[in-house]
């Protein structure tokens, strides 16, 4: 398989990325800079059980640093990317709008430079749902027209599918932009919803609702969006945009119960408003990715959460 850049390689979808990667018999180069968006630690268990593989290399750098990001292909002699690093969440991108365009998007130039001039020619783009911003038209599906990203880490997102197709057209490169739905499972990030929801009812203590919960999200579990990057890496088509999703909705409220029925608790709720930024739905039309890969979700959310839960009391970070 050559050699695999996978950026934000320590994180919660790069981790399992990486492992199947290596499994698989490819070189993975990590490049992750151990930021404290959260606590570093939870990125330090993720990649422990790689540290003995000798075909596992870690690169502590930041994606800004374009020097740093031109080496790291040369060094390894990179053959595609899986590029997942990123600021990620809608409400911290809306207090720091800046910092969001300066990693997700002069970083993402700098790995579409680094992969064109180190003839890396296969791109793999972790982009997001929340591109769609406010569709009413459900569910969401890639020829939807993309002109109301309501957050800046959306718009963000959505400016690097623009700058990687201006690479596929100027340059050849081929690329994929996958468009996650809302990615939950083991060693999700702790200040994600289902994580911190499971961690507050797990301490008896009440859950933040914002709004009166009926908004829904199309949740993925983790290994199904593991599978869909592996079959967009093995395609390389020359330019395609994919969702990723469930492909079926859940709201607040149900997802609340779900990890309460879980956990065996009472779940308590904190009502408070709806949050600047948020979008009241979430629905993947997944047509595409099984018409190109034959890929479908397999994981209902009823068996996803059951697993996170299982994984959360067992592994949580005190």
């Not at 053959?79 to 002069?106: C, F, K, M, W």
């Not at 945009?241 to 409220?253: E, H, Q």
Request: net charge neutral; aromatic share 10%.
């Amino acid at each position: 398989m050559g050699t695999i850049l996978v950026t934000g390689g320590a994180g919660f979808i790069g981790c399992h990325v990486s492992g199947e990667l290596l499994d698989r018999g490819a070189d993975v180069v990590c490049l992750d800079d151990f930021n404290d968006y959260y606590d570093p630690a939870f990125k330090r268990a993720n990649v422990e059980p790689f540290r003995t593989k000798p075909r596992w290399h870690l690169v502590e750098g930041d994606i800004r640093d374009a020097s740093l990001v031109d080496d790291t292909y040369r060094r390894f002699g990179v053959t595609a990317t899986v590029h997942l690093a990123a600021r990620a969440g809608v409400r911290p991108s809306i207090r720091d709008p800046r910092l969001y365009q300066e990693v997700n998007g002069l970083g993402t130039l700098n790995l579409l430079e680094a992969a064109r001039k180190a003839n890396a020619r296969t791109f793999i783009f972790g982009s997001t749902s929340s591109v769609y911003g406010i569709n009413s038209k459900v569910p969401f599906s890639e020829e939807d027209p993309i002109t109301r990203p309501v957050s800046p880490y959306a718009a963000t997102k959505r400016g690097n599918e623009l700058m990687a197709f201006t690479f596929h057209h100027l340059y050849g490169l081929s690329v994929t932009c996958l468009r996650f739905f809302t990615v939950y499972g083991p060693r999700q990030r702790p200040e994600m919803a289902i994580y911190l929801f499971a961690d507050r009812l797990a301490r008896g203590l009440a859950v933040p609702r914002f709004g009166d919960g009926s908004s829904a999200r199309d949740y993925t579990y983790v290994d199904d969006i593991t599978a869909g990057v592996l079959a967009a890496l093995d395609a390389a088509p020359a330019f395609e945009i994919v969702n990723l999703g469930g492909s079926r909705t859940t709201t607040l409220a149900r997802l609340i119960e779900l990890i309460a029925e879980a956990l065996g608790v009472e779940p308590r709720v904190e009502e408070l408003p709806p949050q600047p930024g948020d979008v009241p739905i979430t629905f993947a039309d997944v047509t595409k990715a099984k018409r190109l890969w034959g890929w479908e979700p397999k994981v209902p959310i009823e068996e996803g959460i059951r697993r996170f839960v299982e994984w959360f009391l067992a592994h949580r970070l005190q």
